[in-house]
């Protein structure tokens, strides 16, 4: 079993930034994929970002304003989120595919000025 509990969520005017994080319970090698999904009211549940063994892989909406990252000493991802827009309003959540895919409980992440 994993828990996963993220924080950083928040409301922030648009262009600006948040940093979500996400810390597991127990140690994971970087080699099992981690990442961030995230939904909006009435919408499906949509892949943001993920990181594994290194390499990283981004949603097209999100490439060049968002950066996804992992301090394995900690056991912590992280998503830095830079130039916001109203359309990134959802709740975050976060994942790691350990033997089964653990989520978090989210964090809501809202841009409106």
């Known amino acids: 079993q994993v828990q996963l509990v993220e924080s950083g969520g928040g409301l922030v005017q648009p262009g600006g930034s948040l940093r979500l994080s996400c810390r597991a319970s127990r140690t994971i090698s970087s080699i099992y994929p981690m990442g961030w999904y995230r939904q909006a009211p009435g919408k499906q549940r949509e892949l943001v970002a993920t990181?594994?063994?290194?390499?990283?892989n981004y949603a097209d909406s999100v490439k060049g304003r968002f950066t996804i990252s992992r301090d394995n000493a900690k056991n912590t991802v992280y998503l830095q989120m830079n130039s916001l827009e109203p359309d990134d309003t959802a709740v975050y959540y976060c994942?790691?595919?350990?033997?089964?895919?653990?989520w978090g409980q989210g964090t809501q992440v809202t841009v409106s000025s």
């Open positions: 990181i594994s063994g290194g390499r990283t």
């Open positions: 994942l790691v595919n350990y033997y089964n895919v653990y």
